[in-house]
């Protein structure tokens, strides 16, 4: 069974930094394309940040692109999403995907498991 656990969330003021993590078990993830959604309060989840399993390319959402920065460490089996120039319009709750796919935008697929998500607050 597939078990994803994100942690690095909290309050931040804006123009501030937070780094999510996400522990991967139950597969071997090194063979699996990893992203990161995030849901804001009232409106649709959203894909912002791919990347790949084979040479490690990545994809960003526009809101993110320039501030956010996807990462993995295959041997740990863990996923970082470094997020930088926080804005208040960042907050929400941000998730931990498996099997993810781009095609223009950063999404899931049937095959996705999703962490529990860790919120992230961004104070103006």
């Known amino acids: 069974q597939v078990q994803l656990v994100e942690s690095g969330g909290g309050l931040v003021q804006a123009g501030g930094s937070l780094r999510l993590s996400c522990a991967a078990s139950g597969r071997t993830f090194s063979s699996i394309a990893m992203g990161w959604f995030r849901q804001a309060p009232g409106k649709v989840r959203e894909g912002v940040a791919y990347?790949?399993?084979?040479?490690?390319?990545?994809y960003y959402s526009e809101s993110v692109q320039g501030r956010f920065t996807i990462s993995r460490d295959t041997a740990k089996n863990m996923v970082y999403l470094q997020m930088n120039s926080l804005k208040p319009e960042d907050t929400g709750v941000y998730y931990c995907v498996t099997d993810v796919t781009y095609i223009g935008k950063v999404v899931s697929t049937p095959s996705s498991s999703w962490g529990q998500g860790t919120q992230v607050t961004v104070s103006s």
């Open positions: 990347i790949s399993n084979s040479d490690g390319t990545t």
